[in-house]
């Protein structure tokens, strides 16, 4: 069974920074894809950014380009999103999601492809 725990959410003026973690265990960690997802409230979730299992192949939804940044640490058992410039409508409730693939340079970018998600941490930017 894995486990995802995320953390590093918290409020934040517009234009500010945070850094997201997600700390993954009971399983073979550098043999998952990674990525997360946001979900506003009423809304429903949405892709933020991928990184495959290898960390050689990233992606990002258009509105965050240039702004965050997703990485891992595989001897840490850990995936990060690195959160930049920050603006109100960032504001979610971020979760990651992990799912095994056997292709190193693989990115997943929908929800129903992932069989693990952690629980959730809240990003609120205010203007």
Do not use: H
């Not at 993954?24 to 997802?37: C, I, L, N, P």
């Not at 192949?57 to 380009?65: F, H, I, M, P």
């Not at 058992?77 to 603006?87: A, I, P």
């Amino acid at each position: 069974q894995v486990q995802l725990v995320e953390s590093g959410g918290g409020l934040v003026q517009a234009g500010g920074s945070l850094r997201l973690s997600c700390a993954v265990s009971g399983r073979t960690f550098s043999s998952y894809a990674m990525a997360w997802f946001r979900q506003a409230p009423g809304k429903e979730r949405e892709f933020v950014a991928a990184i495959s299992w290898s960390g050689t192949s990233t992606y990002y939804r258009d509105s965050v380009k240039g702004r965050f940044t997703i990485s891992r640490d595989n001897a840490e058992n850990t995936v990060y999103l690195e959160m930049n410039s920050l603006k109100p409508g960032d504001t979610a409730v971020y979760y990651c999601a992990a799912e095994r693939t056997y292709v190193e340079s693989r990115v997943i970018l929908t929800t129903t492809e992932y069989d693990y998600w952690g629980q959730g941490t809240q990003v609120t930017v205010s203007s």
